[in-house]
């Protein structure tokens, strides 16, 4: 059963010895989890470039971003190869904006496997940020 969750803040974007990732701070019934979200290159390469920039002011330095809990896919044409999409909040201040990104279908099916079996903290603890660090 999937569970409404709330966006994921992006803590960091980044890579190690160990890969591609993202820092999320998220926010479970029973309680917040600082997890590592592994990225292939195709997704990282975005979600970099994104987090990256200053949308609003390019001397503001107080910008956070969320990562909306849900990936979607479309076809241009019937037959095609899908085009699979992420949303990321850009916040500053009191303006947001949503911005669309491509990503790749090994991340959609992540998320889409986050929404559908995360229920609490425990099922997370393979991905908890200490745990990884």
């Not at 591609?20 to 926010?27: S, T, V």
């Not at 001397?59 to 949303?87: M, R, W």
Request: aromatic residues 12%; glycine residues 4%.
């Amino acid at each position: 059963m999937a569970i409404n969750l709330p966006n994921f803040k992006i803590i960091e974007v980044s890579k190690n010895e160990k890969g591609r990732y993202m820092k999320l701070e998220i926010q479970l019934p029973d309680g917040l989890s600082i997890i590592r979200w592994d990225l292939d290159q195709f997704t990282y390469i975005r979600i970099k470039e994104l987090v990256s920039k200053k949308h609003f002011d390019s001397l503001a330095t107080d910008y956070t971003y969320e990562l909306l809990s849900y990936a979607g896919s479309h076809q241009e044409k019937a037959n095609c190869i899908p085009t699979f999409v992420g949303i990321i909040r850009c916040l500053q201040g009191n303006r947001a904006i949503r911005i669309e990104f491509t990503c790749s279908e090994r991340f959609a099916g992540n998320m889409a496997w986050f929404r559908n079996e995360i229920q609490n903290k425990d099922d997370l603890k393979h991905l908890i940020w200490q745990e990884l660090s």
